[in-house]
């Protein structure tokens, strides 16, 4: 079954190392999105890409950076983790007809960072 | 801009209660809405759509219609479970630019047995 897959589930991490969120998706979506979710549950999109080298910030500025090589694969990478970046990051997805498709959403990955 | 205004949270009740979750909003044109639900530790998953004035989506005994009148897609469910504690996004498509999808801030539903 077509799906959206991120990893790690979980991480913890020591301040001023370097991470990479991986996120891939099955579906060949072009449209590909990273949100950060507060503990309050409110989601920021930090992220966002139109399809195969674009990008685009999103609407809460954000230290990470991403990449969009491939379709299927759109990474997030911290240079320096910082205890501030402690938050749930979730990857989606969606085909061009998004007013009826909506996002596909991955599982998340929760990063801790110590 | 658009934008969606939930319910405040959490919503507790207790099992087999009648759910509502108020969700209304603001947008230039004639947007699709959706209620996503996430459960505990993971994704936003879509719950149900609808796309037009007067449509109804449903899914899993919860139900939405879309009122252009009220600005309104509320979420009900006649009947609720425990397996239903989970938090409910209320989401508009952004017709403009983009695209994106705007989300509400989520309510979160406590059901106890």
């Known amino acids: 079954e077509a799906d959206i897959y991120q990893t790690p589930r979980y991480l913890v991490i020591g301040t001023g190392k370097k991470i990479t969120l991986e996120c891939s998706q099955t579906m060949g979506h072009d449209k590909m999105y990273w949100y950060q979710q507060d503990p309050g549950m409110e989601l920021h999109l930090i992220h966002y890409?139109?399809?195969?080298?674009?990008?685009e910030k999103g609407d809460l500025s954000s230290e990470s950076t991403v990449s969009r090589i491939r379709t299927e694969h759109f990474p997030l990478t911290l240079e320096s983790a910082r205890p501030s970046h402690t938050s749930q990051y979730l990857c989606?997805?969606?085909?061009?007809?998004?007013?009826?498709?909506?996002?596909?959403f991955g599982s998340g990955t929760r990063l801790t960072v110590v | 801009g658009d934008s969606v205004t939930q319910m405040e949270g959490p919503v507790t009740l207790s099992e087999e209660a009648f759910l509502t979750i108020n969700c209304t909003y603001t947008?230039?044109?004639?947007?699709?809405l959706f209620w996503y639900v996430q459960y505990p530790g993971e994704g936003l998953q879509l719950l149900l759509k609808a796309t037009k004035a007067d449509d109804k989506g449903s899914n899993k005994g919860f139900e939405a219609t879309y009122r252009k009148e009220t600005t309104s897609f509320h979420l009900e469910k006649g009947s609720v479970q425990v397996s239903d504690s989970a938090v409910y996004f209320c989401?508009?498509?952004?017709?403009?630019?983009?695209?994106?999808?705007?989300f509400g801030t989520g309510t979160r539903l406590l059901v106890s047995p």
């Open positions: 989401a508009l498509s952004d017709r403009a630019g983009f695209q994106k999808l705007v």
């Open positions: 890409s139109y399809g195969v080298n674009s990008t």
């Open positions: 989606a997805s969606s085909e061009e007809g998004l007013t009826v498709t909506g996002y596909t």
């Open positions: 947008a230039t044109g004639y947007p699709s």
